[in-house]
């Protein structure tokens, strides 16, 4: 009986210290070797295009110019990272800013701190073989379509794309198959009809002629056709807590991701792609050029939010999502970012 009480008692301290540190994750930057803060960065999907300034800013060694230990992980699923933040395994994610709007309607605070890109840079695509059944979102009734995961951007951009042709989530089937090779081969095996998804998986799709692009996110003018203004996307968000707790770290990380977004403002696609590690280009270095020249005009220079489009995405994600819908009026966008740390980045030059 002594054993199992002294067993318990040490299971519950094991329990207690956990917590703790989970804790201390969530709301305080660990301190890596020499002093320097430490942070943890979970990005949903380190080898898209979207994301590559995460990696990119690793490689050009802007973290650790200044001073800041930064670790990447990669997780194919936004929904999936998200998680991961609000549970403290990580202190910050590098994906799509609407998942903050959607968390403060589900009573969480989180708030992008960099905007890396004004829109999505993704691109709804449809199977060649279906190209002709499906000419616009109102032929999404009775389809499979392809989303990284269920409560991602991509999926929240395919409802968003549905809702306009007032075609109810109910109407299709959303199949969670994430991105890349697993994205092509539901493509390939007819476990879909098309998907939205990021290249290089779209050019790599159009290369080989098996898909074509329905709606192509990609640029500020297809943005604003499908939809009803700019989108904006890529950021680096973090909890409130570890936010306010932590601003010199935060604004470490700004400086660090401002001086990459102008770096790639000032090279050409080939010299970008170059500075990537060489898997990214999946044995094709011409192909993931082309991914990069496709993508690359999505990355705003100064890692601002444009405010208007912040309303916008409050707006499309009203016109689908139950969670945002009842609670629109309630929302508080300058709760969801903010441009502090970036404006200071700009300041330092």
């Known amino acids: 009986m002594r054993i199992r009480r002294i067993a318990g008692a040490l299971t519950a301290l094991t329990v207690v210290a956990a917590l703790t540190t989970a804790c201390q994750d969530s709301r305080t930057a660990a301190t890596g070797e020499g ?92 199977g060649t073989a279906h190209a002709d059944a499906i000419k616009s979102s109102a032929d999404f009734k009775g389809k499979k379509l392809g989303v990284t995961s269920l409560g991602s951007s991509t999926d929240f951009l395919t409802k968003a794309l549905a809702a306009k042709a007032g075609v109810g989530a109910d109407q299709y089937t959303p199949v969670k198959v994430g991105a890349g090779q697993t994205f092509i081969a539901s493509l390939d095996n007819g476990g879909i009809d098309g998907g939205m998804t990021t290249d290089p998986t779209i050019a790599q799709l159009t290369n080989t002629g098996k898909a074509k692009v329905l709606y192509d996110l990609r640029t500020p003018e297809g943005t604003k ?18 936010v306010d707790r932590n601003k010199d770290a935060v604004q470490k990380l700004a400086n660090a991701f401002v001086a990459t977004l102008k770096w790639i403002g000032q090279h050409s696609p080939e010299e970008i792609a170059a500075k990537m590690p060489p898997s990214y280009s999946g044995g094709d270095k011409a192909l993931y050029v082309k991914s990069v020249k496709d993508s690359i005009g999505m990355f705003n220079g100064d890692g601002k939010m444009d405010a208007d489009g912040a309303k916008n995405v409050l707006e499309v994600l009203s016109s689908f999502s139950k969670n945002v819908q009842p609670k629109k009026d309630s929302i508080d966008l300058s709760k969801t970012y903010t441009t502090e740390f970036v404006d200071a980045a700009a300041k330092q030059g």
Do not use: R, W
Not at 69 to 83: K, M
Not at 88 to 102: A, C, P
Not at 225 to 242: I, V
């Open 35 to 126: 002093g320097k803060p430490k942070v943890t960065i979970m990005v949903g999907g380190l080898e898209k295009v979207i994301y590559l300034p995460a990696m990119l800013t690793q490689q050009l060694g802007n973290f650790a110019a200044q001073g800041i230990d930064v670790e990447l992980q990669s997780e194919q699923s936004g929904a999936n990272a998200e998680t991961a933040l609000v549970a403290g395994q990580v202190q910050g994610v590098v994906g799509f800013y609407d998942h903050t709007i959607d968390l403060q309607a589900k009573d969480q605070c989180i708030k992008s701190v960099v905007q890396l890109a004004n829109i999505p840079g993704e691109a709804e695509v449809v």
């Open 225 to 242: 056709a499908a939809l009803g203004g700019l989108y904006p996307a890529s950021s680096l968000y973090m909890s409130c807590d570890f």
